[in-house]
């Protein structure tokens, strides 16, 4: 493990590995942080943080892989985007520039490195139940949803958070010989979220 931001540790991780096991086939670029603070309260400092780890860090790991890949004439490429590569919303702004972001890296490395049968796309999950998301999801003393729990289950078409298994067979799909032709594509696991405007009042 290193840290996906020092570009002399990833470099030398990538090199261990493949002396160890050999050529890397297969890339999840999946380190992300968040911090939900206002555009307005937060640092440049804190700004640059999360586009650090969140697109600078898949930049330089998917540098690092793409030589061995090109050697070995095959490799898959699957950055975890976002829905906030697509929307904005409130107290995300380096989340979503840095998602946004990472959404056309995705794009350009499939259209620099496509000639050499490497595929690169990305998963853009939706809200996913996960011990991160519990609280948002604890029914209230009264009865009633969370108010964020409600907020997601009308905005999303599937009517449920997403569960950590609803990503498995998007990330199989991309990791396998079954993706060979999908290139540069962001397939959005959302229940329909991107889809769907929402029903009238």
């Known amino acids: 493990m290193c840290d996906v931001t020092d570009e002399e540790?990833?470099?030398?991780?990538?090199?261990?590995?493949?002396?160890e096991a050999g050529v890397i086939d297969i890339l999840v670029n999946n380190a992300g942080i968040i911090k939900r603070?206002?555009?307005?309260?937060?640092?440049?400092?804190q700004f640059r943080q999360v586009v650090d780890i969140d697109l600078n860090?898949?930049?330089?790991?998917?540098?690092?892989?793409?030589?061995?890949?090109?050697?070995?004439?095959?490799?898959?490429?699957i950055n975890i985007c976002s829905m906030m590569s697509e929307l904005g919303r409130e107290t995300v702004s380096a989340y979503a520039?840095?998602?946004?972001?990472?959404k056309m890296l995705t794009k350009n490395?499939?259209?620099?490195?496509g000639e050499y049968n490497i595929q690169c796309n990305g998963i853009g999950p939706g809200y996913i139940a996960t011990p991160q998301t519990a609280p948002l999801r604890e029914i209230q003393p009264d009865?009633?949803?969370?108010?964020f729990d409600q907020f997601i289950i009308a905005k999303t078409p599937?009517?449920?958070?997403?569960r950590a298994e609803d990503l498995q067979g998007p990330a199989v799909f991309l990791a396998s010989?079954?993706?060979?032709?999908?290139?540069?594509?962001?397939?959005?696991?959302?229940?329909?979220?991107?889809?769907y405007i929402g029903k009238q009042p």
């Not at 540790?9 to 002396?19: D, I, L, R, S, W």
């Not at 490395?109 to 490195?113: L, R, T, V």
């Not at 599937?158 to 997403?162: M, P, T």
């Not at 010989?177 to 889809?195: C, T």
């Open 9 to 19: 540790a990833v470099n030398a991780f990538v090199k261990q590995v493949e002396e």
């Open 37 to 45: 603070i206002p555009m307005c309260e937060m640092t440049a400092a």
């Open 57 to 77: 860090g898949p930049f330089i790991v998917s540098k690092a892989v793409i030589p061995g890949m090109i050697r070995k004439g095959h490799g898959k490429i």
């Open 97 to 102: 520039a840095a998602k946004g972001g990472l």
């Open 109 to 113: 490395i499939a259209s620099e490195y």
């Open 143 to 147: 009865g009633s949803r969370h108010p």
């Open 158 to 162: 599937a009517a449920r958070w997403g």
């Open 177 to 195: 010989d079954a993706s060979n032709f999908v290139n540069g594509h962001i397939l959005y696991v959302d229940g329909g979220i991107l889809a």
